[in-house]
């Protein structure tokens, strides 16, 4: 019972920190790129007043239909999951043998769920993005899942907690140096940070899945984007650069905050050097990047 | 005149004789870089065919003109360009008053489908034989049979409203979905319609409806405006390139009317032209970048291309409308004091220039994204009559400063940047090459400005009934004015054709097979300025009394622009 509980109140951390803290670091982000485009740029508080401003302007939708209405939340919702899921400093809150399989599932539904979005909305626009969404994912997702067996294979376990555990007190290795990479790439994509915001592509598709969206369903899925990014990046600096590692949450949540800060600037430095690829060349990058993921198992499995 | 000019000349006249089969063909001389042809209009077709396909001229422009008030019938003016002679070649056709109707030919030079369709629109002579007669320019609403460049319509018609106007586009194709870019889209900054048909995200077609930014401007200027109040509407044209539509007109009138233009005068022009080409192409990298998500480009060539900005309005008192052309010269003089600031000004822009060049070169997601996407051949090039960069980088080095040399390129030519490569990159390496060779020129026309007048005195009234067509490279490609003189101290024509008219024109033929990923760039490579393109069309609500736009209504008509955000 009270196990049950701790457990409820570890969920609400991690939503909390995941929901609350994703629009700050979006706004450090602005102001990064700001400064490199010899910009001011608006105040890192920005995502907020975004959002609540989103969040206080008319539903206008394009089309009906219950399916349509409730994606939206939906998609905050199975990314808020995905936090419960990602370890934040200490393990998981929901944490359990085999959870590693589940995580991969869970962070495809985002994707699926604005895809969905996008088809609903009955626009070519969302219709093209969309599909580009859909292509994205299914050939970034083997990347994610490649690296994440690595740390797996090295920890022989399915369990995120372990493999952290083991990348711990192992330190690193040239197998998963190359996974985290790998894992980095992929993650500029699932944040939607050129070269691939394709699904989005504002000057081609006017923001694919999302042309349609407006007020509160556009802020959910504004929302839903940072988070993703944010929990996404914990789950990199969690599984493949756990170091320093003090075993007390209240010191190993800030230090993994930092480190997430650390790695989305970086994100965010690339997205500001790069203009967009084309899908099939995306595509292409990713066939790659996912045959060079292999070897990192290969090195795994010779134990380096 | 040399002998090898001389031969194509016999040729011209050897090739016009044997198509018109003995009927009876003028040819005068209007001016010594000027050949005009009197021919029947069943003739034209064959003639533009072998001055096109045989002789290998250059189609420029189609000119309409309601001759009736004098007495005559409407005029139909082919304009064609023999480059390499500096020659223009001018055939002339008349459609009675009672049959107005020519022989199209858009069949033989395909560059003729919208100055045709823009005759038959604005003039209504009909061109027979057209193969794709849909209305061009008016407004799907226009009534039928109200033709706008008549003289007998006056410039503030206002037609009924009519509430179902809608494009007459192509049938869409089995199998092919339909991707509306426009009326308003991001990347367009003023409205233009282009209808792609996809399959998937290839491109397997694609139909275009533009001029929905009429402003009547022609109009404007030979029922309205005198000869030097137009410089100040020409100039509003296009929201970049203004000077180069100032001075165009000035010097067509200047041609038309023998009018010797001081040397001091020529040199400034060419630094104002030249000092237009950099703040531009700086302009178009930063908007090719944002196209393809590369906002840092943009917000860097914008930064360098401030300062330039900023020195035009130290030279003119304005950033963009300079207001400094008039018939014969200039309103107003380049104070040599100024010269010290414009040299630092060049050294810094170049520095940082050089900077963004040697990042865009090395960057290979660029060259991803732009390498043999929106190929144009340089067939496509020849027969669709594309111009300026678009041109050079498909191998085909055309220049109106070298073609046509006017203000001071005579005394110090460009060089030419051309590419081989056809597509989107080649175009990027041409307007970076250009941008260099512009700061090389301003910097030549600088050190050997002369002194004296700047203007030109003129005694006598701009005769009437004299006609000069003449060429500027503005920073998109060749902008044509032709000017036709008339007796109430304004043109009987003025005719405008900005380089965006060619080059639209080829987006058909550049983005099929491509992606929808690949449309917004393509376009964007050929650098289009709708509003320079489109024109025509206006109506004044105000009154019905003949009005007289002044300085202080301009500069108002100026300013609506400015906060429409419409700064192409």
Not at chain 1, 122 to 142: D, K
Not at chain 2, 50 to 63: D, E, K, T
Not at chain 2, 158 to 167: F, M, V
Not at chain 2, 455 to 469: F, L, Y
Request: proline share 7%; charged share 20%.
């Amino acid at each position: 019972m009270i196990h049950g509980f701790v457990i409820a109140l570890l969920c609400l951390l991690n939503v909390g920190i995941a929901l609350l803290l994703s629009p700050l670091y979006e706004g450090i982000l602005r102001k990064m790129k700001a400064a490199l485009h010899s910009r001011i740029g608006p105040p890192v508080t920005q995502p907020y007043w975004d959002l609540l401003k989103l969040l206080g302007k008319e539903d206008l939708r394009s089309v009906g239909g219950a399916a349509y209405a409730s994606l939206p939340p939906l998609a905050l919702g199975s990314v808020l999951l995905l936090a419960t899921m990602t370890p934040m400093g200490g393990a998981a809150p929901l944490s359990f043998a085999g959870d590693m399989i589940v995580l991969l599932y869970v962070a495809a539904m985002g994707a699926v769920l604005i895809m969905l979005c996008g088809f609903a909305s009955g626009s070519p626009y969302a219709y093209v993005g969309s599909s580009r969404e859909m292509m994205m994912a299914l050939s970034v997702e083997p990347t994610l899942a490649i690296a994440l067996c690595v740390g797996a294979f090295k920890a022989k376990s399915l369990a995120l907690y372990s493999m952290t555990a083991f990348q711990a007190s192992n330190g690193p290795s040239i197998s998963m140096a190359i996974a985290g990479l790998a894992f980095f790439l992929a993650l500029q994509a699932q944040a939607g940070k050129l070269p691939f915001d394709i699904a989005e592509a504002d000057q081609e598709i006017m923001g694919g899945p999302l042309v349609e969206q407006s007020g509160p369903r556009l802020a959910l899925l504004r929302w839903t984007m940072w988070t993703r990014q944010l929990v996404l990046a914990f789950l990199l600096v969690e599984v493949f650069l756990p170091w320093p590692h003090f075993g007390a949450l209240a010191f190993d949540l800030p230090a993994s905050g930092i480190k997430v800060l650390a790695v989305l600037l970086l994100v965010g430095l690339v997205d500001v050097v790069n203009p967009r690829l084309r899908i099939d060349q995306a595509m292409g990058y990713f066939a790659r990047l996912a045959l060079s993921g292999l070897s990192a198992l290969a090195f795994a499995v010779i134990g380096k | 005149m040399n002998t090898e000019r001389g031969q194509v000349l016999a040729a011209v006249h050897e090739m016009v004789a044997a198509r018109s089969a003995g009927a009876s063909v003028s040819a005068t001389w209007p001016h010594p870089d000027t050949l005009h042809f009197l021919i029947d209009k069943k003739l034209l077709r064959s003639v533009a065919d072998g001055l096109f396909n045989q002789l290998q001229a250059r189609f420029l422009i189609s000119v309409g003109t309601d001759n009736r008030t004098l007495g005559g019938d409407f005029g139909i003016l082919h304009v064609f360009s023999l480059d390499r002679e500096k020659l223009y070649i001018l055939l002339e056709s008349r459609a009675p008053a009672d049959d107005p109707r020519v022989d199209s030919i858009t069949g033989v030079v395909p560059g003729a489908d919208w100055a045709e369709r823009e005759f038959q629109d604005a003039v209504g002579v009909h061109p027979e034989g057209h193969p794709d007669p849909r209305r061009l320019l008016l407004p799907d609403d226009w009534p039928e049979g109200v033709y706008p460049l008549r003289r007998d319509f006056p410039y503030n018609f206002r037609p009924p409203l009519a509430e179902k106007g809608r494009p007459e586009m192509r049938a869409t194709p089995v199998g092919a979905s339909v991707l509306p870019m426009g009326p308003f889209f991001p990347v367009l900054e003023e409205p233009a319609y282009f209808r792609l048909l996809v399959e998937g995200e290839t491109i397997v077609g694609c139909d275009t409806r533009l001029f929905y930014n009429h402003r009547g401007i022609e109009k404007l200027g030979d029922s309205v405006l005198t000869y030097n109040e137009i410089p100040f509407l020409a100039e509003r044209i296009c929201g970049i390139c203004g000077f180069i539509h100032s001075a165009c007109y000035c010097q067509a009138v200047e041609k038309a009317a023998d009018i010797e233009v001081p040397r001091r005068a020529r040199y400034i022009r060419t630094i104002m032209l030249e000092l237009e080409r950099i703040h531009s192409h700086l302009l178009w990298l930063g908007i090719a970048g944002h196209i393809i998500g590369f906002d840092t480009v943009l917000m860097q060539t914008w930064r360098i291309r401030e300062p330039v900005m900023w020195l035009c309005e130290a030279i003119s008192g304005n950033r963009k409308t300079y207001g400094m052309n008039t018939i014969g010269g200039l309103r107003r003089d380049l104070p040599n004091d100024m010269r010290p600031q414009l040299l630092k000004t060049l050294a810094d822009v170049e520095k940082e220039a050089i900077a963004v060049r040697d990042a865009i070169i090395g960057d290979g997601v660029l060259r991803a994204r732009t390498e043999t996407v929106g190929v144009l051949t340089m067939e496509s090039v020849r027969s669709v009559c594309v111009v300026g960069p678009p041109a050079r980088a498909s191998g085909v080095a055309i220049d109106a400063r070298i073609d046509h040399p006017y203000a001071a390129y005579d005394e110090i030519p460009p060089r030419i940047v051309t590419q081989e490569g056809c597509d989107i990159w080649a175009r990027v390496v041409v307007r970076v090459g250009e941008l260099m060779e512009s700061i090389r020129l301003v910097r030549e026309a600088l050190s050997a400005l002369p002194e004296g007048p700047i203007c030109a005195e003129i005694r006598d009234e701009i005769p009437p009934g004299k006609a000069a067509v003449s060429v500027v490279e503005a920073p998109r490609g060749e902008a044509i004015h032709y000017v036709m003189t008339g007796g109430d101290n304004r043109p009987y024509r003025w005719r405008v054709r900005a380089p965006s008219y060619a080059n639209l024109q080829a987006l058909p033929a550049a983005v099929a097979h491509g992606t929808i990923a690949d449309v917004p760039i393509t376009l964007g490579s050929l650098d289009p300025c709708f509003s320079c393109t489109e024109r025509l069309e206006t109506i004044d609500r105000r009154t019905n009394a003949v009005r007289i736009y002044r300085r202080s209504e301009l500069m108002e008509m100026s300013r609506g622009k400015g906060v429409r955000g419409g700064a192409r």
